[in-house]
């Protein structure tokens, strides 16, 4: 599935409409040749990572970054991961989404 908005260059690491800059690479859902190399997609999936984003780059209502979200699991959706992987330059499946928004829960309980 890929995840899409409108209005929006989405970049991936993969090209779908012939040559671009992100050729030589896969996107994290395809265990294959090619695939992200494993620092980045410790980074991706870094949740501390994932709450700089959300404090600093995420469009919450129209404003930039939403710090107040961090740590509120009732705030947390599958919307928000998406975006999140998609201004990392990934696409990912809905099982990798879930599981990195169970990471996420995990993490924020743990730190309560």
Do not use: H
């Not at 919307?79 to 995990?106: H, N, P, W």
Request: charged share 30%; proline share 2%; hydrophobic share 30%.
């Amino acid at each position: 599935m890929k995840y899409k908005e409108e209005e929006k260059v989405i970049k991936t690491f993969e090209s779908f409409l012939g040559k671009s800059k992100w050729d030589q690479y896969q996107n994290l859902s395809k265990p294959q040749e090619g695939e992200v190399d494993i620092a980045t997609r410790n980074s991706i999936l870094d949740v501390n990572n994932f709450n700089k984003w959300l404090s600093e780059d995420f469009n919450y209502g129209g404003y930039k970054g939403a710090p107040g979200i961090v740590g509120r699991i009732d705030k947390l959706s599958s919307g928000m991961v998406v975006a999140y992987f998609l201004d990392q330059g990934v696409e990912c499946t809905d099982e990798e989404i879930r599981s990195f928004q169970e990471k996420i829960r995990k993490t924020w309980n743990e730190s309560r």
